[in-house]
């Protein structure tokens, strides 16, 4: 991949409770990415954008689910979600130094 594609590998950082405590104990982000990217395309892109060491890459599909809505069905969207575990002494900061 190009440089230019690996710019829409990453869609947004997931900022949960739990996806805060990962960062904080272990140095762990999880970000939304492109459904089709995989683990070598994520590692490049977040060393690219962030300018990090990644450690490890661990993906989790997130399958779409059925949803009721007075009595309307409908479905929510499915997305793919990674965990970055980057190497000791490296961050992100997500918040511009504040």
Known sequence: MNEEE??????????SEKSTRHGDQGGQYV?????????P????????????????VQTCNIIA??????????RRAGYKKAYVRLKQGHEIDFMGGQ
Not at 7 to 13: D, E, N, R, S
Not at 31 to 39: E, N, S, T
Not at 41 to 50: L, N, S
């Open 6 to 15: 690996l710019m829409q590998v990453l869609l947004a950082p997931r900022i």
């Open 65 to 74: 689910k059925a949803k009721r809505f007075r009595g309307v069905l409908g």
């Open 31 to 39: 970000f939304d990415v492109w459904d089709k990217a995989r683990k």
């Open 41 to 56: 395309d994520i590692k490049r892109a977040v060393e690219t954008m962030f300018g990090v060491e990644v450690s490890s």
